[in-house]
Structure formats: structure tokens, C-alpha cells
Nanobody, 117 residues
Framework: EVQLVESGGGLVQPGGSLRLSCVAS????????MSWVRQAPGKGREWVSMIGGGGGSTSYADSVKGRFTISRDNAKNMLYLQMNSLKPEDTAVYYC??????????WGQGTQVTVSS
């Protein structure tokens, strides 16, 4: 069974940092690209970042480029999102996502990030 479990969210002041983690199980982690997607209150889902299976290729939404860094540790089946210079508009539930397993996307339960003074 595919499982994705996020952690690391919380309340942080503007300008602060958080590191999100996602532990994956039930599939060959290193064979799949992984993504972070977020959903702010009352808004639709927004893709944030993606990393290739080997970790060598990454991409970011313009809204987070230069502030967020995605990484992975394939030996530990872990995905990370380092978030710096956080803004109130980064407030959202952040999800770890893997696409293309048995023809469907799989999502974690999400972790809440709140940026507020």
C-alpha cells in the first residue's frame, strides 16, 4: 500500500523558515518524481515544486523560486521542502504527491503551514 506521511508544518512568523518532510512507503521511491502541492484556505491546489527520481532535476513555481528548496534522500525514502523567507501568502496545507502509480496520483494527508505575526 502506498503511503505518504508529511510532517514539519506549524506556525511561523513572516521571514521565518520551516522544513517539511514526507516519508514514503509501498513503492520504489527512487523510481518516481515527487512533488509538493499546496492548498490555501478557500483556494485551489497550487503546484509548488518537483524533483526527479534521482534528485538531479528540480523545478519550482515562480511564487516560491529562490525561497524554497526541494530535496530527497532515496536511501531513507524521504522527501523534503526547505522553506525560507516565508510570507503570509505561503499559508496553506502542504501535500507530498507521487504521480503515475497504477495510473493515479497519490497524496499524503497534508501538513498545515501558517505564516503570521
Amino acid at each position: 500500500e502506498v503511503q505518504l506521511v508529511e510532517s514539519g508544518g506549524g506556525l511561523v512568523q513572516p521571514g521565518g523558515s520551516l522544513r517539511l518532510s514526507c516519508v514514503a512507503s509501498g513503492f520504489t521511491f527512487s523510481s518516481y518524481d515527487m512533488s509538493w502541492v499546496r492548498q490555501a484556505p478557500g483556494k485551489g491546489r497550487e503546484w509548488v515544486s518537483m524533483i526527479g527520481g534521482g534528485g538531479g532535476s528540480t523545478s519550482y513555481a515562480d511564487s516560491v523560486k529562490g525561497r524554497f528548496t526541494i530535496s530527497r534522500d532515496n536511501a531513507k525514502n524521504m522527501l523534503y521542502l526547505q522553506m525560507n523567507s516565508l510570507k503570509p501568502e505561503d499559508t496553506a496545507v502542504y501535500y507530498c504527491v507521487v504521480a503515475g502509480i497504477a495510473g493515479s496520483d497519490r497524496w499524503g494527508q497534508g501538513t498545515q503551514v501558517t505564516v503570521s505575526s
